[in-house]
């Protein structure tokens, strides 16, 4: 892996005063900086973003890791990206990618299984943004 990012949305943005420009929803990229800590539910989790801003609060359930690779269209693919990829001249896959025993998955490969398997994927969309492209339809090895 080529570089450690996250990405996950902020969040209680409407009130206060905020060092950003971030609303509710809007991703931030970057670095945990807290992690939620059930214990303590009134304190979020927290991200400094990739131009050094700390202190920005996110939605723990949204946290996605960069997988180390990019899609035909150089966009980044993360942790609950939605990838349709192209397996030679069969019908295209719908997977989300997700991270299990510390390995990033594509459906039923494991992630250097998807990259040797296949050559054209690119993300779709992630399963905040667009839980209808895998209700019912997400496919794997």
């Known amino acids: 892996m080529d570089e450690t990012l ?3 949305k902020a969040i209680n943005r409407d009130i206060g005063f905020h060092r950003t420009s971030y609303k509710n929803g ?3 990229y970057g670095l945990i900086t807290r992690l939620y800590d059930e214990r303590f539910e009134v304190i979020p989790a927290e991200m400094r973003d990739i131009n050094g801003v700390n202190g ?3 939605d723990h359930k949204t946290f996605g890791q960069y997988t180390g690779t990019p899609d035909k269209n150089k966009n980044k693919i993360f942790e609950c990206d939605i990838v349709k990829a192209f397996k030679h001249n069969e019908e295209p896959f719908v997977a ?17 299984e998807f990259l040797d398997k296949f050559r054209n994927y690119e993300v779709i969309g992630n399963v905040f ?13």
């Open 6 to 8: 996250f990405r996950a």
């Open 26 to 28: 809007d991703w931030v």
């Open 56 to 58: 920005i609060e996110v």
């Open 96 to 112: 989300v990618v997700t991270k299990r025993n510390g390995c990033f998955w594509f459906g039923n490969w494991n992630w250097c």
């Open 129 to 141: 943004d667009n839980p209808e492209l895998v209700k019912g339809g997400e496919q794997g090895g």
